[in-house]
């Protein structure tokens, strides 16, 4: 409805009236509210935002020009004559919570403007209504409304240098997806026009990205709701085993899927062939999501795969993940710094603790900081033999989780002295995270077992999963 410089009409001075206002208020109508009782807090905000305020009953000749109705006053009997007098005048009205005498309802919105998605259950649930908006509010960013306004902006001259139909099109589908929308994201407007222009004057130059994408520990809610968007705009994802097929699939449906590989002792893919194929599919023009198991930044690589990006010259973004540590320390319940007990924390994959020197960390962890070890399962025997040389209590708890964050995880617990049973455990057989440190005596041991079982290990062993 265009309602731009027409005086909208609100009847009521409650909170419905109010609640009302503050939607309507996002309009370009002029609102006119009236009500001959105000509450205060509803006072306050009409006279802060200059909206007119009649005090005085309600008359069907105040309604005179006006291009909507809402009845709010709270009395059905009130509503009535408001909606009658408003037909009898030919405006169409609303009564809140009345369907019944509603000619039209208003939508619950996701406001990007000059971009609007409205929700509307015709009257029959506005709680429905209000979920459904929550999902889509968090399916769209922020900066949307912003893209919009660019767009607006660009309409009249991609009529004019870009040819109607498919070329067009395809300069739309870049703008929106491309290095404009990216520029801003990062609210760098003035980048965002370069783009484009450039776009404008070469539609068929649109470059790729690349985006550092954490999946997360493998559950499809531990995942960032940016990753998730940037997986449902992606073209290819380029994907390590440790991501669960449930994961890659919030993907676009379409999208080429490219495993990667890299679990222990089936590499399909080497690092320099991953680097490559990452920037020959950038240079294509392809929208790339590496997706990579928790956070890219920890023992993921990324280092290598920026420097090769940044050596392209290819525009790239890293999305932060759920690492495998956190969420491990959640399936236990477990305090990862205690005040009093722990204060720091070291990530390591223990590899280092083989050589004649201790590592730094060690060094760490004899203070007190709680370690989290990557990728450590085979040589848990040397870490905790190491940790135990160097003079780390034997007693030191330990937690270990396989498939953290994962339904399908396990957990066990122990000390520095069950360990090394650890390596032993063959049924085992997703990824394990281990824990060290004196905090682990704050978790929750309800739900895991001992690590240092006495099972019957090779009867186990291809049994389970
Ligand atoms: N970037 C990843 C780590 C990759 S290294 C992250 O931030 O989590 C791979 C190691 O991570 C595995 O050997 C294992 O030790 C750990 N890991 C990854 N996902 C895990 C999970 N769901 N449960 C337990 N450990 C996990």
């Not at 209000?130 to 509010?137: C, F, M, P, S, Y």
């Not at 590496?290 to 956070?295: I, N, P, Q, T, Y």
């Not at 870490?383 to 498939?403: F, M, Q, W, Y």
Request: some cysteine; hydrophobic content about 50%; charged content about 25%.
């Amino acid at each position: 409805m265009r309602v731009a410089g027409r005086a909208v009409i609100i009847v009521g001075g409650g909170e419905e009236a109010f609640a009302k206002a503050r939607l309507l208020a996002q309009s370009s109508a002029e609102l006119v509210v009236v009500a001959e009782q105000v509450e205060p807090a509803f006072a306050d905000w009409l006279a802060k935002n200059e909206i007119a305020l009649l005090g005085q009953p309600f008359d069907a000749a105040l309604l005179k020009g006006a291009a909507l109705v809402f009845a709010a006053t709270g009395d059905e009997a009130a509503d009535r004559r408001v909606v009658e007098a408003a037909r009898a005048a030919g405006i169409p009205a609303n009564a809140v919570d009345r369907p019944e005498l509603c000619d039209f309802f208003t939508p619950a919105l996701v406001n990007r403007a000059p971009l609007a998605v409205a929700i509307g259950t015709e009257g029959a649930g506005p709680v429905l209504a209000q979920k459904v908006r929550a999902r889509i509010e968090r399916l769209l960013p922020p900066s949307l409304g912003a893209l919009a306004a660019l767009a607006t902006g660009y309409r009249s001259l991609a009529e004019q240098l870009v040819e109607k139909g498919q070329p067009r099109r395809r300069f739309w589908n870049a703008f929106f997806a491309g290095e404009a929308a990216r520029n801003v994201e990062q609210g760098d407007i003035e980048s965002a026009r370069r783009a484009a222009d450039q776009l404008l004057l070469h539609p068929e130059e649109a470059t790729g990205h690349v985006a550092l994408v954490g999946a997360g520990p493998g559950a499809e809610d531990l995942i960032t709701l940016r990753a998730h968007r940037l997986l449902m705009e992606a073209d290819v994802i380029v994907h390590d085993a440790l991501v669960p097929e449930a994961v890659v699939s919030l993907g676009r449906r379409d999208a080429e899927r490219i495993a990667a590989g890299k679990r222990k002792g089936c590499h399909s893919k080497s690092q320099a062939e991953i680097n490559e194929l990452l920037v020959s599919l950038a240079l294509s023009g392809k929208r790339v999501v590496r997706l990579k198991a928790g956070d890219p930044l920890v023992f993921g690589r990324a280092g290598e795969e920026m420097q090769a990006l940044r050596d392209a010259n290819i525009s790239y973004e890293v999305v932060p993940g759920v690492t495998a540590a956190f969420a491990a320390a959640a399936d236990f319940e477990l305090p990862l710094t205690l005040r009093g007990v722990a204060s720091s924390m070291v990530f390591t994959t223990g590899h280092d603790l083989k050589g004649a020197s201790l590592p730094d960390w060690a060094r760490l962890a004899i203070d007190g900081a709680t370690v989290a070890v990557y990728m450590g399962r085979s040589n848990a025997a040397d870490v905790a033999l190491r940790l135990i040389k160097a003079g780390l209590s034997p007693d030191t708890g330990v937690a270990v989780v396989e498939n953290a964050g994962q339904p399908g995880r396990r957990l066990l617990h122990g000390t520095l002295t069950d360990l090394p049973a650890l390596a032993e455990r063959t049924e085992l057989t997703g990824p394990v995270m281990t824990i060290i440190g004196d905090t682990v005596a704050g978790a929750r041991f309800d739900r895991s077992e001992p690590i240092a079982a006495r099972r019957n290990v090779t009867a186990d062993c291809g049994a389970s999963r």
